[in-house]
């Protein structure tokens, strides 16, 4: 009886014990996300101060920046403001900035979705999409500090050609073409498929690869993919067939499209230039991960269910 008595006493203990210790995982969680949005949302009520074709455009970065961003990144605003956040015209001006959604992406970092809001003298005269990485640094000058450490400042062009897909329960979004000119959509949109398992990716042994099919693990944002291309030549072109596979919220997500590259000698000389230029500076995996981020589904949804 007495033995009975402890085991129940010992589980009720184990029990309050993990309460507590979710209760205050989550508040700490809490705590973050209110102290990175805080640093985000104060930063953007310094974008004013900053004109970013003054002649003193890398001190304002400086003193108003500073307190908000990381120093890897204001050193790089410094030696060329034209890729940091600011006002570029006395009207309109960078306002503020309004966060959309928040996503912890790894222990010590937050990625933020939002938009900055411009104003003139009499309302608001738009609005731009943006994200950010907001990191908690802990070296040199900084003990525990949240800075943001990444900006990507999508164009209004590119916001634009961003279209909504939903089937199957599945919906996300997607670019309606690329933005280049040398490079071309096949399938398209992806196929997104949503499945149980665990993350695993068998890379293709360096001996063995050749151009035909390569699998590699890459890591986008911090976020990890198993990417399997197959490549395949026909009439002058390459048609690239893609499975970017990631885990997600306790699933593995797979985008699989397939481009087409055609042959750079097939143009004239300036052309081929720019077409090798172009296929150089091509970056499919931050695309692949912008879509990413967008995809959701029904908590309900079978199992190997596709959105195609």
């Given at each position: 009886?007495?033995?009975?008595?402890?085991?129940?006493?010992?589980?009720?203990?184990?029990?309050?014990v993990s309460g507590f210790g979710f209760y205050f995982w989550e508040k700490k969680s809490?705590?973050?996300?209110?102290?990175?949005?805080?640093?985000?949302?104060?930063?953007?009520?310094?974008?004013?101060?900053?004109?970013?074709?003054?002649?003193?455009?890398?001190?304002?970065?400086?003193?108003?920046?500073?307190?908000?961003?990381?120093?890897?990144?204001?050193?790089?605003?410094?030696?060329?403001p034209s890729k940091a956040l600011g006002r570029l015209t006395s009207s309109p001006w960078?306002?503020?900035?309004?966060?959309?959604?928040?996503?912890?992406?790894?222990?010590?970092?937050?990625?933020?979705?939002?938009?900055?809001?411009?104003?003139?003298?009499?309302?608001?005269?738009?609005?731009?999409?943006?994200?950010?990485?907001?990191?908690?640094?802990?070296?040199?000058?900084?003990?525990?500090?949240?800075?943001?450490?990444?900006?990507?400042?999508?164009?209004?062009?590119?916001?634009?050609?961003?279209?909504?897909?939903?089937?199957?329960?599945?919906?996300?979004?997607?670019?309606?073409?690329?933005?280049?000119?040398?490079?071309?959509?096949?399938?398209?949109?992806?196929?997104?498929?949503?499945?149980?398992?665990?993350?695993?990716?068998?890379?293709?042994?360096?001996?063995?690869?050749?151009?035909?099919?390569?699998?590699?693990?890459?890591?986008?944002?911090?976020?990890?993919?198993?990417?399997?291309?197959?490549?395949?030549?026909?009439?002058?072109?390459?048609?690239?067939?893609?499975?970017?596979?990631?885990?997600?919220?306790?699933?593995?997500?797979?985008?699989?499209?397939?481009?087409?590259?055609?042959?750079?000698?097939?143009?004239?000389?300036?052309?081929?230039?720019?077409?090798?230029?172009?296929?150089?500076?091509?970056?499919?995996?931050?695309?692949?991960?912008?879509?990413?981020?967008?995809?959701?589904?029904?908590?309900?949804?079978?199992?190997?269910?596709?959105?195609?």
């Amino acid at each position: 009886m007495n033995k009975k008595i402890i085991l129940v006493s010992l589980v009720i203990v184990i029990v309050i014990v993990s309460g507590f210790g979710f209760y205050f995982w989550e508040k700490k969680s809490q705590l973050e996300e209110t102290a990175v949005k805080s640093l985000v949302i104060n930063f953007g009520h310094t974008l004013k101060n900053v004109s970013l074709l003054s002649p003193t455009a890398s001190q304002d970065i400086e003193v108003n920046y500073k307190d908000y961003v990381a120093p890897d990144l204001i050193a790089q605003w410094k030696a060329d403001p034209s890729k940091a956040l600011g006002r570029l015209t006395s009207s309109p001006w960078p306002d503020s900035i309004e966060i959309a959604g928040i996503t912890k992406i790894d222990q010590d970092v937050y990625e933020i979705f939002g938009k900055i809001i411009d104003m003139t003298s009499t309302g608001m005269a738009g609005s731009r999409p943006i994200d950010f990485n907001v990191t908690k640094i802990n070296a040199g000058n900084f003990d525990n500090r949240w800075l943001i450490t990444k900006v990507s400042v999508i164009t209004n062009q590119e916001n634009e050609l961003w279209k909504n897909y939903n089937n199957n329960g599945i919906s996300f979004q997607y670019p309606e073409k690329l933005i280049t000119k040398y490079i071309f959509t096949q399938e398209w949109p992806p196929t997104v498929k949503i499945e149980s398992g665990n993350f695993s990716c068998v890379e293709t042994p360096q001996e063995k690869s050749n151009m035909l099919e390569i699998t590699s693990q890459r890591l986008v944002d911090n976020r990890i993919y198993c990417v399997n291309v197959k490549n395949e030549g026909a009439a002058g072109s390459v048609y690239s067939s893609y499975v970017y596979t990631t885990p997600k919220e306790g699933k593995l997500v797979s985008v699989s499209f397939i481009l087409r590259y055609p042959n750079c000698t097939n143009y004239d000389e300036e052309q081929s230039r720019a077409c090798t230029s172009e296929r150089e500076a091509f970056d499919i995996d931050a695309t692949v991960d912008r879509i990413v981020q967008t995809i959701k589904w029904d908590s309900t949804l079978n199992e190997n269910t596709l959105a195609n």
